[in-house]
């Protein structure tokens, strides 16, 4: 049997091979790559190869996950809260209260794995990637909290030499003062002063590239 773009043959002895374009799983190996050699999909007796790579995705079955943990900061522990959390650039998202603590819940997840993004204005931000999905999926725990850098206040990924400039610029500024800079105030204490450029100075040349993890090594 052959159709556009893939083919299916049944062998004398029952057997059932499939092969070619596989993007919706036509050919029922269990993934969605090209397949140039014919796979084994049924045996000659109708049973189907490898039952629970099939393409029935992992997921099904699963009508809810509730992916959940807490992050701090090393800047002050007051402010863990506000993180904007979210999975695979906004499907879902949240916010971390002021325990630090986030959940997101989907309903139906499609996908297998997700990947979770943790973001906040003067911070670097966090990925975490591969996060597979269970009913119940716990990223870490209160005493262990996901870090996260404080000190990019121009956000463009990096702890460098324009977050010290763009803090120069409003060095003993306060929060009564018309060109305060809230984002430059990392410990939000309502003045940018010397606590803000130890803060930076801290995790001077670090980014937010370098924050991306795998959720299996965290
Ligand atoms: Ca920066
Ligand atoms: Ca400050």
């Given at each position: 049997?052959?159709?556009?773009?893939h083919c299916l043959a049944l062998k004398t002895d029952g057997s059932l091979w499939a092969w070619g374009l596989n993007d919706a799983g036509q050919v029922g190996d269990g993934?969605?790559?090209?397949?140039?050699?014919?796979?084994?999909?049924f045996d000659s007796d109708g049973i189907i190869?490898?039952?629970?790579?099939?393409?029935?995705?992992?997921?099904?079955?699963?009508?809810?996950?509730?992916?959940y943990g807490y992050v701090k900061t090393d800047s002050s522990d007051n402010f863990?809260?506000?993180?904007?959390?979210?999975?695979?650039?906004?499907?879902?998202?949240?916010?971390?209260?002021?325990?630090?603590y986030f959940e997101i819940n989907i309903t139906s997840p499609i996908n297998n794995t997700y990947t979770l993004k943790?973001?906040?204005?003067?911070?670097?931000?966090?990925?975490?990637?591969?996060i597979e999905v269970l009913p119940e999926v716990k990223i870490n725990s209160l005493e262990f909290p996901i870090s996260i850098l404080g000190g990019d206040v121009t956000k463009d990924g990096i702890i460098n030499m324009?977050?010290?400039?763009?803090?120069?610029?409003?060095?003993?500024?306060s929060i009564h003062d018309k060109d305060y800079k809230g984002d430059c105030d990392i410990n939000?204490?309502?003045?940018?002063?010397?606590?803000?450029?130890?803060?930076?100075?801290?995790?001077f040349n670090r980014s937010?590239?370098?924050s991306i993890e795998d959720f299996n090594n965290l």
């Open positions: 049997m052959v159709s556009t773009d993934n969605l790559s090209f397949s140039s050699v014919p796979i084994k999909v190869v490898n039952p629970e790579e099939t393409v029935i995705p992992k997921v099904a079955g699963i009508e809810k996950c509730k992916i863990k809260d506000g993180f904007n959390v979210e999975l695979d650039g906004g499907v879902n998202s949240t916010y971390t209260d002021d325990r630090g943790i973001s906040k204005p003067s911070y670097l931000s966090k990925t975490i990637k591969n324009f977050d010290v400039i763009e803090l120069a610029k409003s060095f003993n500024l939000k204490d309502n003045v940018i002063n010397l606590l803000d450029v130890i803060i930076l100075a801290k995790h937010s590239s370098e």
